[in-house]
């Protein structure tokens, strides 16, 4: 391909509105252009990279045994409605009505569709196990496309389904799956770690994400130094300091005039924050719902939604605050009615805790769960947070920033029994398939190649994903040796099956080793009048720099050879 042909446009200029290496350089290097927030253009060069990383997928999930399907990215709003997820999914579900009134979604994943399908096609023990996967187009209304390609309101996705007729066999699917994933991250060139999860909207038993660390990244992991625990910070357990030990005491009111907060309250009392119990305002499906915690600790919502079973929760705004009656600021479970009450067990399981009194300007010393104030529901729902205990071995967790590349769910018959997914067994009787269900996004695997794979100068991309294996670099391409070797070098790259962009533009030298770099092709090959008196042409890697001339046949030889050791060939 001639770059004089091609539609690529390198920009200069970094783009003011990327934040990320990633969205600088896919910008620069003209592989997308914006069209809306979280929706973007793929130009040939883009396009070309985005299908050899789905080609990786396809080759490692047919390994793994999985079969592909296509299922529609338009759903009937029905099948949603009836596994309850048109609720849960809320505003980020598109919806649509056509012309005759019908409501259908746009897919922002497909549990439902691959349901419906495997509901029509499995009917006995023998059908089982099977894995289906297809690479389609999802939808999500986004309220905050970010990164890129990080997070799109439009993505491609590969997702994959498996049935199994118990636990244990869905083991050995989550196992392939999992081996899968590792096999293909590692060929595009992303180092990730598997990190324990919550299965969020999609639901389920266990997961597990692949995430590639980078200070970058928009998710929050807890790493273990002692024994290699890791989670993502939704998930993440850990062991609190233990409560201060001592015997009941009375309730005592005491005077905090303008102390407000828990490092306020806890320093005109003399005590440590530990000592204090903390509440927090929230509604759960517009119900109200009152968390205590222990003082030194923070609430983490995604745990606290889970223990509610609820599909939206978010902090109390002020007004729902001021008709309750709750005194923020001086605020306890003391006296609470009418609303439910979530408690940690930090907070149940303290001695003597500085709670609010609820009236301005007052606290509660001594103040005790089960004397003075009872839960209507006690769940883990504190944070963990940067030195926190490992609850397995007991040292400091470390905490990292991280990209989701590809996430894994133990669903088990969540989705089957909802969605009528039933299989006869040996015994002729009625099961529901037990399922997993397997992600990865391509757009957002291709960012995170170049945020693994990029110096100053531009993008390094891994020989596998790479847009061509060789930028061939034309000066002088006026002169008839410079035509004769470049015509010489193209059958020779071609004979030895390298894929080759030729740039043939009338531009300075300047640009186009430039452009080269910012391209960023593994190999960079000059054909110029210098190059052809020093007996051949300039042999350049990408990633080291290092550069020789070769003869022209012997530069299409060390490119292929390099090309295969690199791929394992």
């Not at 009450?341 to 769960?369: F, I, M, Q």
């Not at 092709?521 to 210098?530: A, E, G, I, L, N």
Request: proline share 6%.
């Amino acid at each position: 391909m001639r770059m004089r042909q091609m539609l690529v446009k390198t920009l200069r200029e970094v783009p003011s509105e990327a934040e990320l290496a990633s969205h600088r350089l896919l910008l620069r290097a003209g592989l997308v252009v914006p069209l809306a927030a979280g929706l973007y253009c793929f130009t040939p060069l883009g396009w070309r990279v985005v299908r050899k990383i789905e080609a990786i997928i396809r080759e490692e999930m047919n390994r793994s045994g999985a079969q592909e399907v296509h299922l529609p990215a338009l759903h009937p709003i029905e099948l949603w409605e009836q596994s309850g997820r048109a609720a849960l999914m809320g505003p980020t579900l598109f919806r649509l009505i056509d012309r005759k009134e019908r409501t259908f979604a746009l897919g922002p994943t497909h549990e439902e569709v691959i349901s419906y399908l495997a509901s029509r096609a499995i009917q006995s023990y023998r059908d089982l196990p099977v894995t289906l996967y297809q690479i389609q187009t999802k939808f999500r209304d986004e309220p905050r496309p970010r990164g890129g390609l990080i997070r799109l309101r439009e993505f491609t996705m590969k997702d994959a389904y498996s049935f199994d007729t118990d636990w244990d066999t869905l083991d050995a699917s989550y196992d392939a799956a999992f081996a899968a994933y590792e096999r293909i991250f590692r060929r595009a060139g992303v180092p990730v770690l598997p990190v324990a999860a919550d299965s969020g909207a999609i639901g389920g038993k266990d997961s597990q994400e692949f995430i590639f660390l980078t200070e970058s990244g928009e998710d929050t992991i807890l790493l273990c130094p002692g024994c290699n625990y890791a989670a993502n910070a939704e998930k993440a357990e850990f062991t609190p300091p233990p409560p201060i030990p001592a015997d009941p005491l009375p309730v005592e009111k005491v005077h905090t005039p303008g102390q407000r907060t828990i490092a306020e309250v806890a320093a005109f009392l003399g005590v440590e924050p530990r000592q204090t119990l903390k509440a927090v305002f929230y509604r759960a499906d517009g119900q109200p719902v009152f968390v205590a915690i222990r003082g030194d600790l923070e609430v983490n919502e995604v745990k606290l939604k889970n223990a509610l079973h609820a599909t939206d929760i978010e902090p109390m705004d002020e007004e729902t605050v001021k008709r309750l009656g709750l005194v923020a600021g001086s605020a306890s479970p003391v006296g609470i009615e009418g609303m439910t009450v979530v408690a940690d067990p930090s907070a149940v399981e303290g001695v003597n805790l500085v709670a609010g009194a609820n009236e301005p300007d007052y606290h509660l010393k001594n103040t005790n769960h089960g004397r003075d104030w009872n839960a209507t529901l006690v769940a883990e729902i504190a944070l963990a947070r940067e030195g926190d205990a490992c609850r397995r071995c007991g040292a400091a967790l470390a905490m990292r920033r991280g990209i989701e590349m590809g996430h894994v769910f133990k669903l088990g018959t969540l989705y089957s029994e909802k969605m009528g997914v039933y299989y006869l067994d040996e015994r002729g009787e009625r099961r529901p398939c037990v399922m997993g269900c397997y992600g990865i996004g391509v757009e957002r695997m291709l960012a995170a190649i170049i945020e693994a794979n990029h110096d100053a100068d531009g993008i390094t991309w891994p020989w596998e994903v790479a847009p061509f294996d060789v930028h061939v670099v034309v000066l002088g391409g006026e002169d008839p040796a410079v035509a004769d070797a470049l015509a010489r070098l193209e059958t020779e790259l071609a004979a030895a099956g390298l894929e080759q962009l030729i740039d043939d533009r009338d531009d300075s030298p300047g640009i186009k080793f430039k452009d080269a770099d910012l391209l960023g092709m593994p190999k960079r090959v000059t054909v110029s009048p210098r190059a052809l008196e020093r007996g051949g042409v300039e042999l350049r890697d990408r990633r080291t720099g290092a550069t020789s001339v070769v003869a022209i046949e012997e530069a299409a030889r060390l490119v292929a050879d390099e090309r295969a050791g690199a791929l394992g060939r």
